[in-house]
Nanobody, 124 residues
């Protein structure tokens, strides 16, 4: 029901925009998040957009470089990634949650729906 796409190979310092499309149902009333998982590491929180007021939250490692947004009409969430670094290399996943806990938004267990990931590779 969720599908992330837009990944690819990009040089350090470059930009990439990921998209997360939904099918089968609307996710307009869900908080939408992005996570990533680098090889040999656990999946980690990247960003979230609150469905009620559009508030956004970011991991410290991407703050100021990444921007999450959504288009309700298209049932799509975006992750604009600028000034990419080697350490941003990972498989990126989008996810949706029905909960609203601020304290839990960084945890994978909080999310009810997950899309297949899309690989982002940042090269030097």
């Amino acid at each position: 029901q969720l599908q992330a796409y837009g990944g690819g190979l990009v040089q350090a310092g470059g930009s990439l925009r990921l998209s997360c499309g939904a099918s089968g149902r609307t996710f307009n009333n869900f908080d939408m998040g992005w996570f990533r998982q680098a090889p040999g590491k656990e999946r980690e929180f990247v960003a979230l957009i609150d469905w009620t007021d559009g508030s956004t939250y970011y991991a410290d490692s991407v703050k100021g470089r990444f921007t999450i947004s959504k288009d309700n009409a298209k049932n799509t969430v975006y992750l604009q990634m600028n000034s990419l670094k080697l350490e941003d290399t990972a498989v990126y996943y989008c996810a949706a949650r029905t909960g609203s806990s601020y304290y839990a938004l960084r945890y994978t267990y909080e999310y009810d729906y997950w899309g297949q990931g899309t690989l982002v590779t940042v090269s030097s």
